[in-house]
């Protein structure tokens, strides 16, 4: 990294930090800070909520898991947008007639605190969890890629998104964000034009489709009903719109962005944005992967993208068995370019013939490269187990760092941390706002003045933030990271989505069923996924059924006991 990529990194995040302190520095009441005066506009909203989903894992894990394996993943977010009409039409307007400050507020009015407790406590466990990992997502892998002190990563990334967000609360996140999502988006385009350029003269991007098409790589839609697959058309139709159900409409990191609208048509409107620009952006970050897959057809690649892992394994006992597969992987290299090549020029000669010879070996040196690679993750991991083999999230920033001209790489570091922050803000203002809202304001006897709220607010979101950097610093990974968060979401969301849409639904259920069955719910979600039973995002629909289920049953036994004859209202 020059200078100037400093001064453009340093400033584009100092800028963004300052802004929103000053423009978010008084706040009279909880209002005020907890839900922004209820002053936001839909596009306001809209760019916050996907700012808040659009995490640096985003931009980091998304380009690698297509290098890798290719477009499948956007079926995740095909249940979105049916996720975007069904909170619309009810969630949102339940929140705004009640005047809720949280989504579990409204639990305790359909239950009682038990109930409301319980949700915020699991909301509470997952979100801490994810906050940590959105900051240690960045900071491991510039850690790794840059040289830089882990912890140290860890401490900037949460002490900046702690300044402003604990400052100005809900209003101080959602006008950061739409600075950040213009970073993000305008660095973003940028990256994929110069990818484009870097590529060979005659590689048109139409020719680079064709490449990544007969590579496999754009086999978009799967329509298998194995619910061992983690992406197919079904389970995001299915799996991903109960996700996204109970992410947008119980997740107070959510909830909180649109309970700030000015009206409910704000809200109603920011939500069907998001709904409609998600599988676009979460397309094009796909595409920008497999532009990069494409790009590494032709120019030098690393047998693994983590320098961390390659240096680990280079002072090691192991260092000539990875020399004689770095030999392997240069001579792959070499013949994948004359293949890619061969079927560039077949497909302008269209000469079908040649192109399906040519395709043969692609495929053929792909899967001889894939095997190469998981042999070099095998020595790898006999050199140092605490290393990170897997190098999904490395590949976009390898690019970067590489390739890019100076200037440009600032750029999409700021990018990269620009979302990290966004997405910690809203988390931590979610986390402190339940914490003192649903907890602490909801158990605290006597009466106290509404400052005292907005300074505990602030409080409980300054200790959030700390907890969540304290959990940066001990995180581990595994697969890939953006699977990850999705993994923790999906082992909690679909137990709160039933209990929210059995307080929607079916006033026949009472508190102690619902309580009682939410509680087996969480033991028979995290048990089925710790014997890998179902792909993550079954969980959801999985959950969501079994709480509603057991309720029912719990219900009707406990009204037959008592009294056969009860009347239902």
């Known amino acids: 990294m020059g200078n100037l990529d400093w001064i453009i990194l340093a400033g584009t995040l100092l800028s963004i930090v300052v802004y929103g302190v000053w423009k978010t520095r008084v706040n009279n009441d909880v209002s005020d800070y907890v839900l922004g005066g209820n002053k936001s506009k839909w596009w306001t909203i809209g760019l916050s909520v996907m700012a808040t989903q659009a995490s640096a894992i985003t931009f980091l894990s998304t380009p690698g898991q297509a290098f890798h394996d290719g477009m499948g993943f956007v079926q995740f977010y095909f249940g979105l947008p049916l996720a975007m009409i069904i909170i619309c039409m009810v969630f949102i307007p339940i929140y705004h007639k009640l005047k809720v400050y949280t989504a579990y507020e409204f639990l305790e009015r359909r239950f009682d605190l038990k109930t409301r407790t319980l949700a915020a406590v699991l909301f509470l466990i997952q979100r801490g969890l994810a906050a940590g990992i959105t900051i240690f997502a960045p900071s491991i892998i510039l850690s790794a890629v840059l040289g830089w002190d882990l912890k140290t990563l860890n401490i900037i990334i949460g002490s900046l998104v702690i300044i402003y967000t604990v400052s100005g609360g809900t209003n101080a996140v ?35 489709l064709k490449i990544a098409g007969a590579s496999e790589k754009l086999n978009i839609l799967d329509f298998s009903f194995s619910t061992q697959s983690r992406y197919t058309f079904w389970s995001g139709i299915t799996g991903g719109m109960f996700l996204a159900l109970a992410y947008f409409g119980t997740d107070q990191s959510q909830v909180q962005r649109y309970l700030s609208g000015k009206s409910i048509r704000e809200s109603q409107l920011g939500l069907i944005f998001n709904g409609i620009l998600k599988i676009p952006m979460q397309f094009f970050i796909l595409l920008v992967g497999v532009m990069v897959f494409v790009f590494y057809q032709f120019n030098a690649s690393p047998l693994n993208f983590n320098p961390a892992a390659t240096k680990a394994v280079n002072e090691s006992v192991y260092a000539e068995d990875y020399k004689m597969l770095e030999n392997t992987h240069e001579v792959l290299e070499t013949e994948k370019s004359i293949a890619q090549s061969a079927y560039a020029d077949a497909i302008s000669l269209q000469d079908e013939d040649k192109a399906a010879t040519a395709q043969k070996d692609m495929i053929s040196l792909l899967a001889r490269e894939r095997s190469n690679r998981e042999a070099a993750k095998a020595i790898i991991n006999k050199a140092d187990s605490s290393v990170e083999v897997n190098d999904k999230d490395y590949v976009f920033i390898h690019f970067i760092l590489n390739y890019l001209p100076k200037g440009l790489i600032g750029l999409l570091l700021a990018v ?134 057991l309720a029912f049953v719990l219900e009707s036994f406990d009204r037959l006991h008592k009294n056969p004859t009860i009347d239902i209202k």
């Open 174 to 208: 959602s006008v950061t964000q739409k600075q950040q999502m213009f970073v993000i988006m305008t660095g973003m385009f940028i990256a994929f034009f110069f990818i484009l350029g870097y590529l060979p003269p005659d590689i048109t991007f139409t020719k680079a």
């Open 416 to 549: 990269i941390l620009s979302a990290a922050m966004s997405s910690t803000a809203s988390e931590l203002n979610a986390l402190g706002t339940i914490t003192a809202l649903d907890l602490y304001k909801r158990n605290k006897s006597g009466t106290v003045a509404p400052e005292h709220y907005v300074k505990a607010s602030k409080v409980f979101t300054l200790i959030w933030g700390i907890v969540a950097i304290l959990i940066a610093c001990v995180a581990n990974l595994f697969d890939n990271l953006i699977q990850l968060v999705n993994i923790i979401g999906s082992i909690f969301y679909g137990n709160v989505l039933g209990i929210f849409l059995l307080a929607f639904f079916f006033k026949y259920i009472r508190s102690n069923a619902v309580f009682i069955s939410a509680l087996l719910t969480q033991i028979v979600v995290i048990v089925v996924f710790s014997l890998d039973w179902m792909s993550y995002l079954w969980l959801n629909a999985f959950g969501c059924a079994l709480v509603i289920l």
